[in-house]
């Protein structure tokens, strides 16, 4: 069999599973099977994001990766190297390989120089997963320090393939995950040193984060959600966030409920910096834009199903948008067909109270 035959397979492969209703620990499989059939690849990190906040959700890593956790997300979120996750998540090009973004000087990354070098690692190419403009998740492939890095054609294939992998863990969402139950038990609360090592951790957040399947793909104490809104509210208090609202990001559980976690900072003396993370089941009204987004609605359209779900008019969501009434017309029928159902009623059954749920 030709190499060109051989690569039209495994991306042929690749592009099926993704399609084919995998859920994400399954799609993180398959997807280094075929990705190694194409290019040689020494290690992965395969992570998923709340496509609001582009926050980390779960994350999946090969050795030496994993044990350098830590050090990738500090890196991260300090805001100086290039190739950030977020970066790619909203440039142009969604991937780009360390060599091509430090023009083959690595050692002008501190992500080389103090993480990768040390690991043995060289070039790697990072690549954000988006579709219909929603990120919904990361993927880095490394190998080992060699002159040669990452070829042109090699970002050029894992480009064509993104999409797909964003569309699988965007539909992961919709067929293995739920609506939240509306709220309901006492909310967690972890607490973190200025270091991130653990101070304390309520009996509510060990239950809550004890559902998290994430927590045991890497070696870290907690799921990898709570010390990414921690370490996103650092980069707020150090100016190097994009953005300066509330950490915040949505995870989902082995019984596909969701939950919701948000870090603020504790007020102290200095020796005794604290940062707080709240674990609370999610509010259906967190989850609504998550699966509006899942459902591939454009924004404009969100927004007009946004406005059903809360029972408001076609003239209201008229002079609310100021479109005219057959413009919301187009966008609800727009809204119908893409989340598969027929009517207003419809809607807010399939969104609000799916079957078995309380509100059924």
């Known amino acids: 069999m030709s190499r060109t035959t051989d690569t039209a397979r495994a991306v042929h492969d690749l592009i099926r599973h993704c399609h084919g209703g995998l859920d994400v620990p399954g799609l993180h499989a398959q997807m280094l099977r075929s990705v190694r059939r194409l290019m040689p690849v020494d290690a992965a990190f395969f992570a998923t994001a709340d496509p609001e906040t582009l926050l980390f959700t779960g994350a999946y890593a090969d050795e030496p990766l994993n044990a350098a956790t830590p050090l990738f997300l500090d890196n991260e979120f300090g805001g100086a190297d290039v190739n950030r996750f977020t970066s790619l998540a909203i440039s142009a090009d969604h991937v780009a390989s360390l060599d091509t973004a430090t023009h083959s000087d690595r050692w002008s990354s501190g992500r080389y120089r103090e993480i990768m070098r040390p690991l043995g690692l060289g070039d790697e190419l990072r690549a954000a997963l988006v579709v219909g403009s929603q990120c919904w998740g990361y993927l880095c492939l490394h190998r080992e320090d060699h002159p040669l890095g990452f070829t042109d054609s090699e970002a050029a294939l894992i480009a064509s393939i993104g999409p797909h992998l964003a569309h699988g863990l965007r539909q992961a969402v919709l067929l293995h995950g739920s609506p939240a139950s509306g709220g309901s038990g006492e909310p967690g609360v972890v607490l973190l040193a200025e270091d991130l090592s653990i101070v304390a951790v309520t009996p509510e957040a060990a ?154």
Request: glycine share 6%.
């Open 207 to 360: 239950h809550l984060l004890s559902l998290v399947e994430e927590r045991r793909s890497l070696e870290l104490p907690l799921p990898l959600a709570v010390y990414t809104v921690a370490m996103a509210l650092r980069a707020i208090e150090q100016g190097t966030a994009p953005s300066r609202t509330l950490p915040t990001s949505r995870i989902r559980t082995i019984d596909g409920q969701w939950l919701t976690v948000y870090a603020s900072r504790l007020q102290g003396p200095p020796s005794e910096q604290r940062i707080s993370v709240v674990i609370k089941t999610a509010e259906t009204a967190a989850t609504i834009p998550l699966l509006l987004s899942a459902h591939g609605l454009s924004p404009r359209e969100a927004e007009v199903a946004r406005l059903v779900l809360r029972g408001t008019s076609t003239q209201l969501i008229s002079d609310t948008l100021h479109i005219s009434p057959h413009t919301v017309q187009d966008h609800l029928k727009a809204v119908f067909d893409k989340v598969g159902v027929r009517s207003r009623r419809d809607l807010i059954g399939q969104l609000l109270h799916p079957p078995g749920s309380d509100g059924g």
